[in-house]
């Protein structure tokens, strides 16, 4: 997944579940906010984004990222409720948002490999009347000469 594309996903989620995109991108400190940072690092991670990819997005460096996913495990070994909770909504989110995408894109893939058929029958009905005409004016020069 490139960058452009995660940061496509978080505005999607972002604004399904009113979780300010500025805000997750900020240098804020707020549990919501942090919690909310967590889960999308742990996600983008588990779909085989690198720490410095992820980073990138988040304006932190792979090293935040890596300490990121331990305290993740951490929260959810001791079943931090709240957090759970957060990360299994972005995780929920995050795989409807890859779902509509790769649903679109299969569409996309659908029309175009029809439009190509068309075309390609369209191309060999041409090239039949183009092989007639050749023989038709071949058999025309050969009767005028």
Not at 4 to 31: H, W
Not at 45 to 55: N, P, R, V
Not at 61 to 81: E, G, I, M, T, Y
């Amino acid at each position: 997944m490139t960058t452009k594309q995660a940061n496509r996903i978080i505005n999607e989620i972002c604004a399904r579940t009113n979780i300010d995109v500025g805000k997750l991108k900020s240098t804020s400190r707020k549990r919501e906010i942090i919690d909310a940072r967590r889960a999308f690092m742990k996600v983008f991670s588990l779909e085989g984004m690198t720490s410095t990819q992820i980073g990138k997005i988040f304006n932190k460096d792979h090293a935040s990222v890596l300490h990121s996913n331990k305290v993740h495990k951490d929260r959810c070994d001791v079943n931090d409720k709240d957090y759970v909770k957060m990360y299994e909504r972005v995780k929920r989110e995050y795989y409807f948002t890859s779902v509509s995408i790769d649903n679109s894109m299969q569409s996309l893939l659908d029309i175009i490999s029809a439009e190509n058929e068309i075309r390609h029958n369209e191309f060999l009905t041409l090239k039949k009347e183009n092989m007639w005409l050749k023989n038709k004016i071949a058999k025309y020069e050969k009767e005028n000469n």
